[in-house]
């Protein structure tokens, strides 16, 4: 089912840019997809339907979520899925961004797809303390508990700066960083987060 939406909406982001089928076979777009959790690989594994499906193995492999792109437009740049839990399309669009500065790729599609398709990692979390009991996400506010854990599917195609006739956003800059050590694996850390944001300003040119 990831695959599925990253297909629908890869195709309505390329559309929306002005690409059809015909003009994307053999074109240089690389593919940038971020995701995370895939509940669908434990669902193969139960089912003894769809475990002896010829869709098992490559229907729930995040190599094969980005892959399925490439393959059903023809296209023949980069091709990349990112797994780095909530940051996972965030990377994507940094990897896609330096792509198209080191001129790898005459555009990237960048996508990020979640789907909760069994309970276990909710529970995990919640037991965790990770997870709002009021099922909300108060970022940066003193009302904040816990996050809420979210289903979702959404691409865009990144085009380079010279092609300002299509751009609607303009992406200034990127940085990816880790926090390093902190007070737990989860934990954040303010000065190492500080720093991620003054890169990301700094490769902008913003101050």
């Known amino acids: 089912p990831q695959q599925r939406l990253l297909l629908e909406r890869g195709y309505e982001a390329l559309h929306a840019a002005g690409h ?9 777009v690389g593919v940038f997809v971020g995701l995370a959790a895939n509940d ?3 669902v193969l594994r139960s089912s003894p339907i769809l475990s002896k499906s010829v869709y098992a193995a490559t229907g729930a ?3 094969i979520a980005s892959g399925r ?6 296209l023949q740049g980069p091709c990349s899925a990112y797994d ?3 940051s996972s399309t965030l990377t994507a669009s940094h990897g896609g961004l330096r792509a198209l500065q080191l001129r790898e790729c005459e555009g990237a599609l960048v996508a990020g797809v979640n789907l909760m398709l069994l309970p276990g990692v909710g529970v995990s979390f919640a037991v965790a303390g990770m ?3 009021r099922g909300r996400c108060h970022t940066f506010d003193a009302r904040a508990d816990g996050y809420a854990r979210g289903e979702a599917c959404g691409a865009v195609l990144l085009s380079p700066a010279e092609d300002e006739a299509a751009a609607s956003v303009d992406l200034l ?3 990816v960083r880790c926090d390093g050590r902190s007070a737990s694996l989860t934990a954040p850390n303010g000065q190492a987060q500080q720093a991620l944001l ?3 300003l700094t490769d902008a040119g913003v101050e």
Do not use: I, Q
């Open 20 to 28: 059809g089928k015909a003009s994307l076979e053999g074109s240089s």
């Open 40 to 42: 669908f690989a434990e």
């Open 61 to 63: 492999a995040h190599a």
């Open 69 to 74: 792109l490439s393959y059903v437009f023809g």
């Open 84 to 86: 780095t839990a909530c």
């Open 131 to 133: 997870t709002s009991p």
């Open 173 to 175: 800059g990127s940085a």
């Open 198 to 200: 003054r890169a990301s």
